[in-house]
């Protein structure tokens, strides 16, 4: 699903969407941008803290509860913690290049496919290693330029 809310207004999307295919929470699986992640890792997690990130904020308030699954793409972190600059970079474009941010996309997605089979290890609650993307393999294409709020 593809909410057709704000980024920071998603739980308002995701909330009845559960509802409809009357999903336990653990089923839910959000797919996010990470600032507290350097670029180009992905983590997969069950639960955690919201680092201040308001659409997870909403995502929690709607679900009643935080445990749901997660997607991490990391996107790094501008050297200031300025709320203007952080937000400025987070949706602004990327510096990095087509190829790089193809990769990014290509590790997210295949965090994402394990996770749908069920066959992620994730970390719950930010306790333990959280799994991790395979930098390994080199991914072509893209078009993916702007950071958005995944």
Do not use: W
Request: net charge negative; hydrophobic share 35%.
């Amino acid at each position: 699903m593809c909410p057709q809310t704000y980024y920071n207004d998603s739980g308002r999307a995701v909330g009845p969407a559960r509802g409809s295919f009357k999903l336990p929470l653990d089923r839910v699986l959000v797919v996010h941008d990470e600032i507290d992640l350097p670029f180009d890792e992905v983590r997969t997690r069950l639960g955690g803290g919201l680092a201040g990130n308001n659409g997870l904020k909403s995502i929690k308030r709607e679900l009643g509860g935080a445990d749901f699954m997660r997607v991490r793409i990391g996107v790094g972190r501008p050297d200031s913690t300025d709320p203007e600059i952080v937000a400025a970079y987070v949706l602004g474009r990327f510096q990095e290049g087509e190829a790089e941010v193809a990769r990014l996309v290509d590790h997210g997605r295949e965090h994402v496919e394990r996770a749908v089979l069920g066959l992620a290890e994730p970390a719950a609650g930010g306790a333990g290693e959280e799994a991790r993307a395979d930098r390994s393999s080199d991914a072509t294409g893209g078009g993916m330029g702007e950071r958005t709020g995944a």
